[in-house]
């Protein structure tokens, strides 16, 4: 995956630096509270423009960071089509148009209640929602059984402690994935320090500063069991 990763930085390093720009003038409008760090950020971006899926679910906007993140790689593939879930709708408001039209649908309410609504054809599974462990169990069962093995799958906020905590959305997903024996790639500053110095040479040699300026990095990447 590293090896994946670094070369994917290479070859969509253009693209890439035009995009932080652009969600540094998000950001500095004020009206996006952002929580995807950086390097996950660009690694999402980076994967998402790899692996070129029609169908693209993102579970938890809120403000609509990640939002952005996502429609600007469907928009740089020239292809590709979002869906989003979540409780609240700021991401409404502050979601630019010549990112969401033609390629973005937002449905509001709790997923629980529009699970149907997932694409059956999903080629890449964005999750960032809530963190507890009853609501994991449940994706666990309910969203990942509709999803093709094999998809490209994150989850936010499993690693921000070399471990996962336990009782948490973090600790269940990392026992499903090690059940079912499926490797799982994380940026983590405290969880995997080698792996983060890695990019972040890339990122240097290419002159790739980040949106943000975050360096926690807690998601994990990983193929649908
Ligand atoms: C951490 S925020 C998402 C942050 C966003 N991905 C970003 O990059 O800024 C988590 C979001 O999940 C939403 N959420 C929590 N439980 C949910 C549920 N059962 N169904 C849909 N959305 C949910 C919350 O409303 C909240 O906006």
Redesign the pocket.
């Known amino acids: 995956m590293l090896e994946l990763l670094t070369g994917l930085y290479r070859t969509h390093a253009d693209d890439l630096a035009a995009v932080i720009d652009r969600q540094r003038a998000l950001l500095a409008t004020g009206s996006i ?4 760090d950086d390097v996950e950020a660009e690694i999402t971006y980076l994967l998402l423009r790899h692996h070129r899926p029609s169908q693209v679910v ?9 939002t952005a993140w996502i429609l600007s790689a469907l928009r740089d593939n020239g292809s590709g089509h979002l869906s989003s ?4 709708d700021h991401v409404r408001r502050t979601v630019p148009d010549d990112l969401a039209t033609g390629r973005w649908t937002f449905h509001p ?4 209640e529009n699970l149907e609504k997932v694409p059956h054809d999903t080629g890449y599974l964005f999750v ?3 963190h507890g462990r009853r ?1 994991a169990r449940w994706y666990l069962e309910h969203l990942f059984g509709r999803i093709t093995p094999g998809t490209p799958t994150s989850v ?2 499993v690693f921000h402690l070399p471990r996962a905590r336990p009782f948490t959305e973090g600790s269940e997903v990392l026992r499903r994935l090690e059940r079912t024996g499926t490797p799982w790639f994380t940026a983590s500053r405290p969880a995997a320090p080698g792996a983060l110095r890695a990019l972040d040479a890339v990122r240097a040699e290419l002159g790739i500063t980040g949106a943000r300026g975050t360096t926690r990095n807690p998601m994990i990447f990983f193929a649908m069991p």
């Open positions: 509270t952002p929580q995807l993102e579970i938890g906007t809120y403000y609509g960071w990640s879930f979540d409780l609240v309410g709790d997923l629980r960032d929602a809530d609501f936010h906020d």
